[in-house]
């Protein structure tokens, strides 16, 4: 069993949903958890941040953590079709050395 | 733009050369990961540098190996090219206040 979950999709959806995207995790150790979108064939691209749980917003983006549920979320409103892309999600342990696991991800299509 | 630069975006080379990988991470960051993205395995941590010294390996095979120099490039060297190497390899950046961690575009071997 992989330490994280991901569906990897294809989510379609029709522009402006609410989108909800999740990953499970395994290890109690994970304390730092992000969620990356990549294009098809370029580097991922930090979206979003958080430390241990809780929820934190940034424009369209919400992300959601549950620590007690091992359970992460990321909420994207009003999608549009520049959306559509792989979304990942990834965490690391409160060591100094921070590598990132990271799920299969998720791949996104906004139709318009 | 995440600030990390990569060379070359492709190298098309042949099975049991070897081949350099190389990255220059954002400004100031003295933390380098390297990334393996392949279709079945998904983004893997392989190792990571800070301030050119060695801090922690993941699933790096032992014909794989990687430096970081004193102005903070680092290099991924892969010997004995093996048709399964062929992948995206991403490195990653962090300064060293922040845990986030910051991708280059990638470099997309294919070993024929």
């Known amino acids: 069993q992989k330490e994280v979950e991901q569906d990897p999709g294809p989510l379609s959806v029709p522009e402006g949903a609410i989108v909800s995207l999740n990953c499970t995790y395994s290890?109690?150790?994970?304390?730092?958890f992000m969620w990356y979108r990549q294009y098809s064939r370029k580097g991922p691209e930090l979206l979003m941040y958080t430390y241990s749980s809780g929820n934190k917003e940034d424009g369209r983006f919400t992300a959601q953590v549950d620590k007690s549920s091992k359970y992460i979320s990321l909420f994207i409103r009003d999608s549009q079709p520049s959306d559509s892309a792989t979304y990942l999600c990834?965490?690391?342990?409160?060591?100094?050395?921070?590598?990132?696991?990271f799920g299969s991800g998720t791949r996104l299509q906004v139709q318009p | 733009d995440s600030g990390v630069t990569q060379t070359p975006k492709h190298l098309i080379t042949a099975t049991g050369q070897r081949v350099t990988l190389r990255c220059s991470p954002r400004s100031g960051d003295l933390s380098v990961y390297w990334y393996q993205q392949s279709l079945d395995q998904g983004l893997q941590f392989l190792i990571q540098?800070?301030?050119?010294?060695?801090?922690a390996k993941g699933n790096i095979l032992e014909r794989f190996s990687a430096q970081q120099f004193p102005d903070l490039h680092s290099e991924l060297n892969l010997s004995s090219l093996e048709l399964g190497d062929s992948a995206l390899y991403f490195c990653a950046s962090r300064a060293g206040s922040t845990d986030t961690q910051y991708f280059g575009p990638g470099t997309r071997l294919t070993v024929l």
């Open positions: 290890n109690s150790a994970f304390q730092y």
């Open positions: 540098y800070y301030n050119g010294e060695e801090r």
């Open positions: 990834a965490m690391s342990m409160d060591t100094g050395r921070r590598a990132l696991t």
